[in-house]
Every structure is written in C-alpha cells, then in structure tokens.
C-alpha cells in the first residue's frame, strides 16, 4: 500500500514514485531524468521565466514547464520527444540571438556558464532572429560586482535569490514589455542600495551578466585551479573554493556542499580572501622602536613580550591583562591562548571576537 503522501505517475514510460507536493521537474531529476533548465534556482520559488524545461503531459493541449507544475496522481509525463527538442532549441535561438555575445568573458575566465553549456549542447547560435536588442551595460562603479545587463536574458534567478534567500531585495525586476530590466531602487548603483555584497547573484546568474569584478582579466578559466578550503575570517566557517592562477588567489566561489553555510557567504569570504597576497600583509613581526615600526626577528620578538609582561604583572597584577583570541585563528590557538591567560598570567580576563 503507498504511504499517504505518495503518489505514482509515469515519467517517459516508466511507473514512478513520487510525493505530493513536489513538481515534475524534482520528481524527474529524483528518477535520474534529465531536463534542461535555466531559470531555475532550486533554493527559490520558480518563476517559469524561460519554459526551457517544459514537457509534455498527457491531456494537456500546451507543454506545462516542469519546474513549476507540481506532480498529480496518475500524471503521465514525456520529458524527450524530437517536437520538445526542437522547442527547447528554438527558445535557446531566441535567447541568443537577443542576446549575442560574441566571446562570453564568464565562460573564457571564470568557466562555463549555463546558458552556453546549454547552446551548445543544442546547437543554438545568434542570427537566427532579428530585432532590437534589450539591456545595457550597468555604470555601477562598485568594486565587487560587475553588471552587464546587455547579456542578461531576465530568468530573474538574481532577485529571487537576493530577496527570498537573502532577504537584501536589493534587486528587483523593473519596467515592462521590451523595458523590463533588473534594477536597484531608483536604478541607482549596488553600493547605495540594501546590496550585502553577498555575492549570490552572481553565483546563481546561468550568463556573463553578473561577475566578480575583481576576478575579471586575472587568467583564463583552463589557468585557475580551485582549491576547497574554509573561510578564514570568522566561527561559522563557511566552505570556499579559492580561484588559483599563477600563484595567487584571484577570487572566491562558494562550496555549494559546505555544511555550515551550504553556498551561502558573506561579503567577506565572498570578496576579500585576495588578502593572502596583499603587499601590506605582515611577514615579520615590528617592534616600534622610537615611535617607529621596525622589522624585527621572532626572538627579539618574544624577549619584549617577556620583559613587558612581567614588568605589567608585578606592578599591575595579573588582572591588569585582558586576552581577546580570533575567530581566525584555530581552535587548538583559542584553547592555548585561554590557558596562557588563566594558567600563566592568572586571570580570566579572557575572551573571543565570534562570541558576539
Ligand atoms: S550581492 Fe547579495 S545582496 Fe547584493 S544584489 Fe547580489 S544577491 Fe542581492
Ligand atoms: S542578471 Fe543574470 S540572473 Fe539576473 S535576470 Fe539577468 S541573466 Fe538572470
Ligand atoms: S527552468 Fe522551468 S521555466 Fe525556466
């Protein structure tokens, strides 16, 4: 007997399990059958902007796009047919050839990006239709996102993720018919709006439209190796892939299978791990010697702590000290730093920056 919140229907022929509440396109991908999308974002609402997954249900006149109609008992489904594929081909030609890219610096620099990956997989090339072209490269001077709206083919993947995941609502789809764009309030620039600076509208947009500026014209995409790590800079410890090309970090995309922040970063880890290679970076410590910041070696180092600290103790007491360790620094530094202040200095003036 299926339990109460199953379902059956038939997908390409095969009998298939399902739950209610689910859509065909989760349904389909549960089973192992692939259906091309493009506007879809799973961790939002489906707005069916691109009808790229549509499919056919039998009863139905119209192709129903499979992200946004949910499963019924006894529903039977192609996903595959040469008219589907044809569809599917003619949406893409129409998508490109509103927008035509020429070479698409996301795919050339950062890697493939979706709507190509797709173009190519159909055979989909500019030209095909003719007309006006819609979208602008934005002004925006922000230092982190690059907008150029005049590859952004609206699948509004952007402001769903920036209002319904972030919660920012920084972006919003704006203007109607062949105006309709996306915008921040007042079509002003990212850095006078809500704009985190999270970063996910970049990492959801399936085009070159949305881009990390500072990654831009760094290396070509077959020169970047990415390396899985852990964000530096506080407790959550967000997962991070950083963009490695000749020796340097050049940018940041998030670990979509991080536990902690499941690809989710803030402005931080998003933007600011290029500090690992910043000229300004402290290599050796400084000791200011007549009001100036000198380099100096670890042991000179060490004897002035020493000298200082005990000069503090005996005149201040251990409770003149106070120890703030860093969410940067690991665990087993916490735990050390913690014993210093209790076990040598003898205070429990101690505490640390992810607390807050
Ligand atoms: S960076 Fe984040 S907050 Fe800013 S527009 Fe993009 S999704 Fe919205
Ligand atoms: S900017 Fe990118 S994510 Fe946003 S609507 Fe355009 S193509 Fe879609
Ligand atoms: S992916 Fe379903 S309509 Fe775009």
Not at 82 to 89: A, G, I, P, T, Y
Not at 238 to 244: A, E, F, K, T
Not at 328 to 353: H, L, P, W
């Amino acid at each position: 007997m299926l339990k109460e919140e199953t379902l059956k229907v038939v997908i390409n022929g095969q009998e298939v399990e399902s739950s209610f509440g689910k859509t065909i396109l989760e349904c389909a991908r549960d089973s192992g059958v692939d259906i091309p999308t493009l506007c879809f974002d799973s961790r939002v609402k489906a707005t069916a902007a691109c009808r790229l997954c549509s499919v056919n249900v039998k009863g139905r006149r119209l192709p129903v796009a499979a992200c946004a109609q949910k499963m019924e008992p006894g529903m039977e489904i192609t996903t595959d047919s040469s008219d589907l594929e044809s569809m599917r081909k003619t949406i893409l030609d129409l998508v490109v050839s509103e927008n035509p890219t020429g070479e698409c610096v996301r795919c050339e620099e950062i890697g493939p990006c979706e709507l190509h990956t797709l173009t190519k997989r159909y055979g989909s090339k500019p030209g095909r239709f003719h007309g006006a072209l819609s979208g602008e490269k934005s002004k925006d001077t922000n230092p982190f996102i690059f907008r150029d709206y005049s590859q952004c083919i609206l699948c509004y993947r952007c402001t769903s993720v920036c209002g319904e995941l972030e919660q920012a609502h920084a972006i919003v789809p704006a203007g109607r018919g062949f105006g309709s764009r996306i915008a921040a309030a007042f079509d002003s620039g990212l850095l006078d709006s809500s704009c985190t600076f999270c970063g996910q509208c970049i990492q959801t947009c399936p085009t070159g439209a949305l881009m990390d500026r500072k990654m831009l014209g760094q290396a070509k995409a077959s020169e970047v190796t990415k390396v899985k790590t852990v964000c530096p800079y506080c407790g959550t410890g967000c997962g991070l892939n950083l963009h490695v090309a000749n020796n340097k970090v050049i940018g940041t995309t998030p670990d979509w299978d991080s536990p902690s922040g499941e690809g989710s970063l803030c402005v931080k880890g998003q933007f600011a791990t290029d500090f690992v290679g910043h000229k300004d970076r402290l290599k050796t410590p400084l000791i200011r010697r007549n009001g100036v910041l000198t380099e100096a070696t670890w042991d000179e180092a060490y004897d002035l702590i020493v000298e200082k600290f005990t000069q503090i103790k005996e005149e201040s007491g251990p409770n003149a000290f106070t120890f703030w360790t860093s969410a940067r620094a690991t665990t087993e530094s916490n735990y050390i730093m913690q014993k210093f202040a209790r076990a040598v200095i003898g205070t429990n003036n101690v505490d640390n920056c992810s607390r807050t």
